[in-house]
C-alpha cells in the first residue's frame, strides 16, 4: 500500500463509451501524475498537476480528459477511446519542490478499449 | 532530461547479489539518480535515490562513481520475490518531478 487508490481496477468498454478513472491520495502530496503503461513498453508521462495546475500534458489526444479539483483527487475522463489506448493506467503523486524525487504510484486501472 | 541505458534482461539465483548497472553520459550537474521497481500490473515503487558515491537503505544500495556516468544498483542476497522490471532514473529533482521510464531491466530470480 502507498497510499495512492485508483478505481476502478480494471474498466471494459466500448469506443463510443464515456467513463471516467480517478485516483485519491491522502498523503499531503501536491503534484500529480497519470501515466500510461502499455503491455511490454514502459511509462509515458501523460499529465501533471502541481497544485491543481496542469503543467505538463505530453501531447495527449484530447480523447483523454484530466481533472484535478482538489490536492488530493485526480480524474482522468475517457471519451471515444481506441482499440490502441487500452492499456494499465497509472496515477502518481508526490510533494512537489520535496528534497527527494519519490512519486508514489497506486495499483494502476487495466484498461481495455474494445 | 539525461537519457539511460540498462540490461534489458538479467538471469540470478536465490541467495546472490545482483547487481544492475545503468549508463547516463549525459546526466547533468542538478540531476538525481532513482531507482524504481515495478512488479506485474502494478505501479512502480520508489527504491532507492543518490546523487553521488554510495548510498544505502534497507532495501538496495546505490554506487556511483565520481563522474557520475554511470549507477550500480546492489540487491543484497534475492529471493523470487525479487523478479521484477527495474527503471534507472535521471533528473532534476526539482523540475516538477517529471520522470521518464525507460525500457527498464527485467530480473529473473530462479530457485
Known amino acids: 500500500e502507498t497510499g495512492v487508490t485508483q478505481t476502478p481496477r480494471h474498466l471494459v468498454m466500448g469506443m463510443t463509451n464515456k467513463k471516467s478513472l480517478k485516483c485519491e491520495q491522502h498523503?499531503?502530496?501536491?503534484?500529480m501524475y497519470w501515466y500510461k503503461q502499455s503491455a511490454k513498453k514502459p511509462l509515458e508521462l501523460m499529465f501533471v498537476y502541481n497544485f491543481k495546475e496542469q503543467t505538463e500534458n505530453n501531447s495527449v489526444p484530447s480523447r483523454f480528459s484530466p481533472e484535478c479539483p482538489n490536492s488530493s483527487h485526480l480524474f482522468l475522463h475517457l471519451h471515444t477511446l481506441q482499440p490502441e489506448d487500452s492499456a494499465l493506467y497509472l496515477c502518481?503523486?508526490?510533494?512537489?519542490?520535496?528534497?527527494?524525487?519519490?512519486?508514489?504510484f497506486g495499483p494502476g486501472t487495466r484498461l481495455t478499449v474494445l | 532530461l539525461a537519457k539511460t541505458t540498462q540490461p534489458i534482461s538479467m538471469d540470478s539465483y536465490e541467495g546472490q547479489e545482483v547487481n544492475i548497472t545503468c549508463s547516463h553520459n549525459n546526466i547533468a550537474t542538478n540531476d538525481y539518480i532513482t531507482w524504481y521497481q515495478q512488479f506485474p500490473s502494478q505501479g512502480p515503487r520508489f527504491i532507492i535515490q543518490g546523487y553521488k558515491t554510495k548510498v544505502t537503505n534497507e532495501v538496495a544500495s546505490l554506487f556511483i562513481p565520481a563522474d557520475r556516468k554511470s549507477s550500480t544498483l546492489s540487491l543484497p542476497r534475492v529471493s523470487l520475490s525479487d523478479t521484477a522490471v527495474y527503471y534507472c532514473?535521471?533528473?532534476?529533482?526539482?523540475?516538477?518531478?517529471?520522470?521518464?521510464f525507460g525500457q527498464g531491466t527485467e530480473l529473473s530470480v530462479k530457485p
Open positions: 502518481a503523486s508526490r510533494i512537489s519542490g520535496g528534497a527527494t524525487d519519490t512519486q508514489y
Open positions: 498523503l499531503g502530496h501536491n503534484a
Open positions: 532514473l535521471v533528473g532534476d529533482i526539482g523540475q516538477g518531478g517529471k520522470l521518464i
